[in-house]
């Protein structure tokens, strides 16, 4: 179709769906006075069952936690197609070697922003750790924290040092570790299908509601998935700057 | 004023649909697809609101205190996370198709047609 | 039960180890391990669905049981339509993976890695018994489908293929979201069931209905009902052909599936007074599916698409089945997806057969070389009849159950879109047969390059072969058989009427899931009649005259330019031009789909 038509065509179209989805709307309670049954319930519950004060996590991990099987392995399974689509073509090869390579796609980078990229490190490491373990007491959890946790070294790279940093973390490592993330929150479901009967059912003894190690299997998921996420995003950006820097057209034969 | 977010969403719904139809770069119409999903992001959160609520965070408040609604909240979440990774393998394919085709425009990556 | 989250969980954690191991694992462990886990998950599933037979149960993580109806855990409702397609599912897999063994020459974990994710997806939809969840193990399906149908990304078509896959499918998940989040906000309950009871007993107002609407919306996008079809064409024609296999022969299905679950379940209860536009409403989209889908199939040449053309047409079909909105409508449309999805997988890996000896997809291309390959010929042939619901044939018994549901429901001319559409489709790949394993037809008209060339990419890493492996054979062969026969196995018909009425008791599964009680509803018996037999003649008979007409006579698009048919021939070529590849295009239609849906559906059900 034209383009001419094609935009007469949605605007009709759409003019009827805005109509529809207004009317729709209109029935939903008006905003902030929502009164729902289910949370009511789990805002009385988690705390005295689950021992954790943070109840988006708790949901996340314990109560609706099949729906964070499946979405971190969404996450996962769209890594590994990143992986697959941006792979090495048989008219391609890895361009530059260490020695030869422009590091920053802009032309080198300064010694100050080198530096600062340096310092960030460790900073950033701390936090999501924190966030990371903290995620039943506090906001946070593991994908939250594992989204921080994987800035660490792409402040790094974005401070010009990425041939070097890919050097000391071989994708190798990365999918592995992106796997035994994923693989290891699996793992503490089927615990507690092994040890109390039923998938996802809490086998680790409580603590003291407020202090670390105190949800049960709420803590391991959360650390898990931090790993999990980690791993997976720092794939995923590292393959799209290896097409960025390394990846060069071979020449004709 | 009540009503407002969840108008708010469904013109986002409409706009981003618009944006694919109408873009003329491959990129935007990615992009345009992140601005329909914001309308879903709108329309959970705005539904789960409570007028006078707290975080459902009961670190420091007693458990019985009148909170927002948590479910929504992790809907959103299993949302973002969603978005963020079907985004980024669309840009995978953007990457390759500019490779491939030469051009991003909609128009020039027409192999398979009747 | 306690295996009941492990079809779900193996391959997960599968998929995970392949992809953490695939560096240093050989190609023969690739295979091996994964279809080991794929059998093990069918024999999961197989013993879900006896247990289901019983008694359909649920299953709640984390042990959250409900309290006085109000569940705040997820569940896996288990019934033994569920189950029973958890199982279809898991068997077309291993078939598949089987199939690949020797199809590629070289594929790392990877493959193996996201098939088992797939799987993973497709069981844990099947099962599932909350709403949210449904969404998630849709995009899990969805998100895995876009990597595989790039597979072969050295080609341009891959990329285009899955850019159009993945827009228009998000834009049906965040309809989804939408729908969600509305009946979040009237019920506060993700669960189902609880939703149901939730709803029932009060009218359907605006909000429910556009819930409603989105959620359809949703699915009929991955049941690629017209106008929110055009992805799959696109996408089959290059996802490498075990994944074809997969996407015609469960994946789409499961949006169909998708409604039925969730009318009978959710909006049965508001919706029940006004079924009768409902039913209109669906039957109306199914029936214009049907026929569009195998008006587009024959004039095909790019044989893939032909048979992803004709899989939308089926799936008008089963539509039409589910949106007469009985017990009988269900219980064909059960089976008929049955004998429908090991057809089409059959067929998808001949012509992948074809594709590996001979590195084409076009079908004047191909003409007279399947000669080389007359095994494979006949079981195309047979393979074809069957699509046209040859009696006795799994279809054959699915068919008669919709038309007799059809004319129970009070639609008399739905039987006659059925044939019509087998007719076109059977005699499609009929031709298809005639041209490529026997020669017969005319040669190449020239017309239609842009098809030609599309079907010339170099696809899937083959080149010409002068062999193909037995493995490659065995499969489409047993599934060929499989569908021919499975419908005359005693009990197994009347099964999944049994399993199919159980599915349509909206009370029942309220029961069951929030309460674990069970009641069983009597199911009449069905028989075949003498006007099911005329219909299936009818079918195959239009098939091979269909076959006839497009070897021997003149051009699809030169026979109706004269006469009293050209604006016919006009429409056809016309909607045929609609598919231009251009995602902008798709999802402007999708929006007509779904203003129309939408508008249809406030107008008729208030």
């Known amino acids: ?253 | 004023m009540s009503f407002l977010p969840f108008a708010v969403a469904a013109w986002l719904f409409i706009a981003g649909l618009y944006g694919i139809v109408a873009s003329r770069n491959l990129v935007r119409t990615i992009l345009s697809l992140t601005i329909v999903q914001s309308a879903t992001y709108v329309v959970l959160l705005g539904v789960g609101y409570r007028n006078g609520g707290a975080a459902p965070i009961f670190a420091d408040i007693p458990a019985v205190t009148k909170a927002v609604d948590p479910v929504v909240q992790v809907l959103v979440l299993t949302d973002v996370v969603i978005e963020a990774t079907v985004t980024a393998l669309l840009l995978a394919l953007a990457v390759q198709a500019h490779k491939r085709f030469g051009s991003l425009d909609p128009n020039d990556l027409r192999v398979l047609r009747d | 039960m306690s295996i009941t989250a492990l079809p779900v969980v193996v391959p997960l954690v599968s998929a995970a180890v392949l992809t953490g191991a695939r560096r240093w694992s050989p190609r023969l462990v690739n295979d091996a391990g994964a279809t080991a886990v794929s059998l093990a998950v069918v024999v999961l599933c197989t013993l879900l669905l006896v247990r289901s037979l019983h008694h359909p149960f649920a299953y709640w993580m984390g042990g959250w049981r409900p309290k006085h109806m109000v569940s705040i855990g997820i569940a896996l409702s288990v019934d033994s339509i569920g189950a029973g397609l958890a199982t279809f599912a898991a068997v077309l897999v291993t078939a598949s993976l089987i199939y690949s063994w020797r199809y590629f020459d070289s594929i790392d974990g990877l493959f193996h890695a996201l098939m088992l994710l797939f799987l993973a997806a497709m069981a844990g939809f099947s099962l599932t018994g909350d709403l949210f969840n449904l969404i998630v193990f849709f995009e899990l399906m969805g998100a895995v489908a876009y990597a595989l149908t790039a597979y072969q990304i050295e080609s341009r078509g891959p990329i285009q293929g899955a850019i159009n896959f993945a827009i228009s499918n998000s834009v049906a998940a965040y309809a989804m979201f939408l729908g969600v989040g509305l009946l979040y906000a009237r019920t506060g309950a993700l669960n189902m069931a609880q939703i149901g009871a939730a709803l029932d007993g009060h009218r359907a107002d605006p909000l429910v209905i556009v819930a409603m609407v989105l959620l359809f919306a949703g699915f009929l996008t991955k049941a690629a009902a017209i106008p929110l079809h055009f992805w799959l064409a696109d996408a089959h024609s290059v996802a490498p052909t075990p994944v074809c296999v997969l996407f015609s022969g469960v994946m789409v299905e499961l949006g169909v599936y998708a409604i039925a679950r969730l009318y009978w379940t959710i909006f049965a209860g508001p919706l029940g007074p006004h079924a009768v536009s409902l039913r209109a409403i669906l039957i109306g989209f199914g029936a214009v599916t049907a026929l569009g889908g195998a008006i587009m199939c024959f004039t095909q040449r790019h044989v893939k698409r032909l048979l992803a053309f004709s899989t939308i047409s089926h799936v008008g079909v089963f539509l039409c089945g589910v949106g007469l909105l009985s017990g009988a409508g269900l219980a064909g449309t059960a089976v008929y997806i049955v004998g429908h999805g090991l057809d089409k997988a059959a067929l998808f890996m001949m012509v992948g057969i074809l594709l590996h000896r001979f590195g084409s997809l076009d079908e004047f291309d191909l003409r007279g070389k399947g000669r080389a390959l007359p095994l494979v010929g006949v079981l195309f042939g047979a393979a074809g009849l069957v699509l046209a619901a040859f009696p006795l044939t799994t279809g054959f018994f699915g068919k008669s159950l919709l038309e007799a549901a059809a004319i129970d429901g009070h639609y008399p001319w739905l039987p006659a879109v059925f044939v019509i559409s087998s007719a076109l489709t059977g005699g499609a790949v009929l031709r298809v047969g005639g041209r490529v394993f026997l020669g017969w037809g005319r040669g190449d008209p020239g017309d239609d390059s842009g098809a030609r060339e599309a079907s010339r990419e170099p696809d899937e890493e083959t080149e010409s072969r002068d062999r193909t492996p037995p493995s490659m054979v065995v499969v489409p062969a047993v599934l060929v058989a499989a569908t021919a026969a499975l419908g005359v196995i005693p009990g197994l018909v009347p099964g999944i009427e049994r399993a199919a009425y159980g599915f349509g008791d909206h009370a029942a599964y309220i029961g069951w899931v929030l309460r674990g009680s069970a009641r069983f509803p009597a199911v009449p018996h069905t028989h075949l009649a003498a006007y099911d037999y005329v219909y299936a003649a009818g079918a195959v008979a239009g098939a091979v005259a269909m076959a006839a007409v497009g070897l021997f006579g003149p051009g699809v698009r030169v026979t109706l330019a004269r006469g009293a048919l050209a604006p016919l021939t006009g429409a056809v070529n016309g909607f045929r031009d609609l598919h231009s590849g251009h995602i902008g295009d798709y999802i402007a239609w999708w929006t007509v789909g779904a203003a129309v849906l939408g508008a249809a559906s406030l107008l008729l059900l208030t």
């Open chain 1, 1 to 253: 179709m034209s383009r001419c038509v094609r935009l007469s065509v949605f605007a009709l179209a759409a003019t009827v769906l805005a109509a529809v989805l207004i009317v729709g709307f209109a029935g939903l309670p008006a905003f902030g006075h929502f009164h729902g049954v289910d949370g009511n319930v789990i805002d009385g519950v988690g705390v005295t069952e689950r021992h954790a004060t943070d109840l988006v996590t708790a949901l996340n991990f314990d109560f609706r936690g099949f729906d964070t099987l499946g979405e971190e392995f969404i996450l996962f399974g769209s890594v590994l197609g990143i992986v697959l689509i941006l792979r090495e073509l048989r008219d391609e090869h890895q361009g530059p070697r260490l020695e030869e390579a422009d590091e920053h796609m802009l032309g080198g980078a300064s010694e100050a922003l080198r530096l600062l990229g340096l310092i960030l490190v460790p900073v950033l490491l701390a936090i999501g750790g924190y966030i990371v373990v903290h995620g039943q007491i506090t906001p946070g959890g593991g994908f939250q924290g594992g989204i921080v946790l994987a800035t660490a070294p792409l402040s790094l790279f974005l401070a010009g040092r990425y041939l070097r940093t890919r050097f000391v973390a071989p994708h190798t490592m990365l999918e592995v570790g992106e796997a035994v993330g994923a693989a290891g929150y699996a793992m503490v479901g089927i615990a507690g299908l092994v040890f109390v009967g039923i998938f996802l059912k809490n086998f680790l003894p409580f603590g003291i509601p407020g202090h670390l190690l105190s949800a049960g299997q709420i803590d391991v998921a959360s650390l898990a998935v931090g790993v999990e996420v980690s791993g997976a995003f720092l794939v995923a950006w590292s393959e799209f700057l290896d097409q960025a820097i390394m990846v060069r057209r071979r020449r004709a034969q």
